[in-house]
């Protein structure tokens, strides 16, 4: 797991590789589609950042997202 990305953020992320879309991931672990697909939308945000911009930012006291 991406260090930079929260257990739910990941879940989404996982849930939606799952499950094919947002809308079908949010239903099948019982959430609201607007909860979920802000979680999913920052995970796939991290996860395309570059590691080591991630780190230093943090570094920094930033959050890159």
Known sequence: M???ITSKQQE???AVQ???TIRAAARA???SYASF?????AAKAK???DPA???RLSE??????
């Open 12 to 14: 989404a992320y996982d």
């Open 18 to 20: 799952e499950h094919g």
């Open 37 to 41: 697909h802000g979680k999913y939308t």
């Open 53 to 55: 911009l991630v780190n």
């Open 2 to 4: 991406n260090q930079n």
């Open 29 to 31: 672990l019982g959430q």
């Open 47 to 49: 996860k395309s950042l």
């Open 60 to 65: 920094l006291g930033v959050d890159a997202l």
